[in-house]
């Protein structure tokens, strides 16, 4: 049985049962957003009675916010491999830093908007921005080899501006290896924006070494609380995309006819700063870059395989994979439960065995659909702060429910069960 990795905030949290005494819950759904270290509380603690003003005012107070909101932003720029000259935008999560980076796309050779290639399995972030563009949708290949050279076809068919790839699919946890990814699409001219929701908080990914242009994340699943993410990357497009909100701040000079806007990151980050946000996302990336990324990876390879190995086995159930030659998957695993409604199994552990997994289509409908789940899937996830307990607990929830269902009486309304 694995210990955590990291200390995380409510690992304590006891939580009800149905026709069963109170059990230590077991959060397997840290894809969805992961518990905030406790380090992290504890930096928020610190710095709460300190914040004031950003950027506009000259108190102590003020200088004190500016400062740790600044420092911030060079950390979590650090954190995923800036280059010297990348701009790191705080943002509220992945979805707000892709729709940013979609209002700067450029036109394309040809004067007309810049096109846009995604995958069909992209999170609905990573899809319905540049849909509201120019934007082509390929079908990936079953396997990580025949997806590079379907890119890499598709980019040599059309001109493209931008690929829009995820860094590490939110249904299955796998990847694409990076640097070809970026390779490929470099060699025919297009940029490249990772969506990192997935991978950041679960391996060192830097803009650097993969070469890619941008990528985008979120704090609240990189063990910090809600409010704060990021889009990290070349300046050139952000600095002439139009700026994503309208406000002050990310201003120069305001005339009655004419204004004069900010460069990035000040030029996409009008309305006052979040910087509670920021520094609770910086204390999340200082507390992941002292861990031995080696250590971390196989803390979770064990979990992940032991899920995958545990849930293969029970009759019906049946794991999901896109790529199965992937490397080096996170852990995220998606399955179904041959004959049973996902939400209900989802309450089933919840109500009986206090374990929490997400259910649905997880935001990436047209996958799911392809898949042929239509009616969904159920995920467990698992991080920094799971224990192998929590793993064991949901193989041997689901045995019994395979086996013998359940006595209990309960309803689930809006994906949460009643006695
Ligand atoms: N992309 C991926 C791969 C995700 O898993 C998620 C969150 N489920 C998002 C984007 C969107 O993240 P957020 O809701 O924090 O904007």
Do not use: M
Not at 143 to 171: I, K
Not at 299 to 323: F, N, P, T
Not at 390 to 403: C, K, P, Y
């Amino acid at each position: 049985h694995l210990d955590p990795v990291l200390p995380v905030t409510g690992a304590e949290t006891l939580v009800p049962r149905v026709g069963a005494a109170p059990i230590r819950y077991a959060n397997l759904d840290v894809a969805a957003s992961a518990p905030a270290l406790a380090s992290v509380a504890e930096r928020v603690a610190e710095v709460l009675p300190l914040y004031a003003s950003v950027h506009r005012g000259a108190g102590y107070l003020s200088q004190v916010s500016t400062a740790l909101y600044e420092a911030s932003r060079r950390t979590i720029g650090d954190f995923v491999g800036a280059r010297p000259d990348d701009v790191t935008v705080v943002t509220r999560n992945t979805t707000d830093s892709l729709n940013l980076l979609a209002g700067c796309v450029p036109a394309g050779p040809d004067g007309l908007p810049g096109r846009v290639l995604v995958l069909d399995l992209e999170h609905h972030a990573n899809l319905l921005p540049w849909q509201r563009g120019s934007a082509t949708v390929l079908t990936a290949a079953p396997t990580v080899s025949g997806t590079l050279a379907a890119l890499r076809a598709e980019l040599a068919r059309t001109p493209y501006v931008l690929l829009a790839v995820t860094a590490a699919s939110n249904v299955t946890g796998e990847s694409l290896p990076l640097a070809d990814v970026v390779k490929i699409a470099h060699d025919a001219g297009a940029r490249v924006v990772l969506d990192g929701a997935q991978l950041v908080p679960h391996r060192r990914v830097s803009l650097a070494r993969s070469g890619a242009d941008w990528i985008a994340f979120s704090g609240h699943k990189t063990y910090a609380p809600f409010g704060a993410g990021a889009l990290v990357g070349r300046r050139d497009w952000l600095d002439s995309g139009t700026p994503y909100l309208a406000g002050g701040g990310a201003v120069r000079q305001v005339g009655l006819d004419e204004t004069r806007w900010q460069s990035a990151p000040a030029r996409h980050e009008a309305g006052s700063p979040n910087v509670i946000g920021a520094v609770a996302l910086a204390a999340a990336c200082d507390a992941l870059a002292a861990v031995d990324p080696a250590e971390l990876a196989e803390h979770e390879a064990v979990l992940r395989r032991r899920l995958v190995d545990g849930l293969s086995a029970i009759e019906g159930v049946e794991v999901v994979s896109l790529w199965p030659d992937a490397e080096d998957p996170v852990g995220v695993v998606t399955f179904a439960v041959e004959g049973h409604d996902p939400g209900f199994v989802a309450a089933y552990l919840s109500a009986e065995h206090g374990i929490g997994v997400r259910d649905g289509r997880f935001c990436a409908h047209p996958l799911l659909s392809r898949l042929g789940l239509t009616g969904g899937a159920i995920r467990a996830s698992v991080g920094v702060g799971t224990a192998g307990e929590e793993v064991e607990r949901l193989i041997r929830a689901l045995e019994t429910f395979v086996a013998q269902g359940t006595q209990v009486e309960y309803t689930v309304v809006d994906g949460c069960w009643t006695v």
